[in-house]
């Protein structure tokens, strides 16, 4: 097999629905300048506002035309990959089935397993779709050697570029697309004003909860034996798709209940997510619960505010469905359990949960992993699927864009190459 010149515009990529921002519109310029034709594909007036003037395809209809088109863009002329941003969005859940039958590779970017600075960027999916999922400790603890992980400089938040580049999308989105592109939104369309209403109500009792919470987080850092439960949002994908029947309210139930025939000193700490609308009412039905539960008030605190890296250092134990808040009870050496699907999800990284039961035996008693098998995951999880860079930051997207290009340039090397070579 003769080997395609890595700088040749011979080979095409197809761009489908980047993250909000001007990700998808530089990256496909630098593409270009590498030799590929990259050809991005928007969805809705949102995707369109953000993307190129040219090599643009403006597709909307429904998920079976969807389908039908992309069938025939693969049959016609097939891309020697495919980008897209979000693994779970129905027309990307598609076009990744699609891919797999026309062999065409597919790189799904995602936000970063580990925050700040880094990007999941992996092959085929992301989360439960992950290559990583497969995972396996291939040898003895005593012959890991650690991978080549990727460099990573610390960053700036960049939420705050991300909620405004978002308020943009999701505007223009909703009063400039056509009726025909609702039926690839990834989100339900919502009314203007009520949405804006929402979105200021949530960040001031963020900005509120910041001062009123202090007494909270320093009791708190002086207790450390709380376990820890990261909610994650209602709407997310992972919950929607990957929980194996868990819900937020089940995980609520199911741990107040622990609590309830777990030793008096033991304390939970749920914390909210700061992107979760519906907080509010999440908070009243832990505190309705835990009334029903007649469970001491004292042993339970709620959170808006706080960063997770502290919460967790401080923890005795993390119970998560699949949230990647996981990673940082990793870091920290603290036991974790798992309920859902999750790229983590292996038993030599953490504890396995099904059941209600489960929860209770890990109120009771519970340990960390092996070090060692924890961090030969780590180490391929930084190599296989992380890549350094910012989807909202110029600096970062800059960083992440060397790295996507290498991946694509590192796949054209081992198709050609008379040796398979796996990753």
């Not at 998920?63 to 891309?79: A, N």
């Not at 989360?127 to 990573?152: D, F, K, M, Q, R």
């Not at 890296?309 to 401080?314: A, H, I």
Request: aromatic content about 10%; proline content about 4%; glycine content about 6%.
């Amino acid at each position: 097999m003769k080997c395609p010149q890595v700088v040749e515009g011979s080979s095409r990529i197809l761009l489908l629905q980047g993250p909000v921002g001007p990700f998808f519109k530089e990256l496909q310029g630098r593409l270009r300048s590498h030799g590929w034709d990259a050809q991005h594909v928007t969805f809705n007036a949102g995707d369109r506002f953000f993307a190129n003037r040219k090599e643009v395809v403006r597709f909307s209809g429904t998920l079976d035309e969807w389908e039908t088109w992309l069938r025939f863009e693969l049959t016609q002329k097939p891309p020697e990959a495919i980008i897209l941003f979000g693994s779970n969005r129905p027309a990307h859940q598609i076009a990744r089935r699609i891919a797999k039958l026309f062999d065409v590779d597919v790189i799904s970017l995602e936000e970063g397993y580990l925050r700040s600075g880094y990007l999941s960027c992996e092959w085929g999916g992301n989360n439960h779709h992950s290559p990583l999922t497969h995972w396996e400790v291939t040898c003895p603890p005593i012959c890991y050697t650690p991978g080549v992980a990727p460099a990573v400089e610390a960053q700036r938040s960049s939420f705050p570029k991300m909620s405004c580049w978002g308020a943009v999308y999701y505007l223009v989105r909703d009063l400039a697309s056509k009726v025909s592109d609702e039926h690839l939104f990834h989100k339900p369309r919502e009314r203007v004003l009520s949405l804006a209403w929402s979105w200021g109500v949530h960040m001031l009792r963020r900005v509120i909860a910041r001062a009123t919470e202090f007494p909270i987080r320093r009791f708190l850092n002086r207790k450390r034996n709380y376990i820890l439960v990261p909610l994650q949002v209602s709407s997310d994908s992972q919950l929607q798709l990957a929980a194996r029947g868990w819900s937020t309210t089940r995980l609520i139930d199911a741990s107040l209940k622990a609590l309830l025939v777990s030793g008096k000193n033991q304390h939970i700490v749920f914390k909210l997510h700061p992107l979760e609308r519906q907080s509010a009412a999440i908070k009243r039905l832990i505190l309705q619960k835990a009334k029903q539960f007649r469970l001491d008030r004292r042993r339970i605190s709620i959170l808006h505010s706080g960063r997770m890296g502290d919460l967790t250092q401080k923890a005795s134990g993390m119970l998560v469905i699949n949230s990647t808040s996981a990673f940082s009870a990793l870091h920290h050496d603290i036991p974790i359990m798992v309920l859902g699907e999750a790229v983590f999800r292996h038993d030599d990284v953490v504890t396995l949960g099904e059941t209600e039961a489960d929860i209770e035996a890990f109120f009771s008693l519970r340990h960390a992993r092996s070090q060692i098998f924890v961090n030969a995951f780590m180490s391929e999880l930084k190599v296989q699927s992380l890549i350094p860079g910012d989807f909202y930051a110029s600096k970062g997207r800059k960083v992440a864009f060397a790295g996507i290009i290498g991946k694509l340039q590192q796949r054209q090397h081992l198709r050609c190459s008379p040796q398979k070579v796996s990753g």
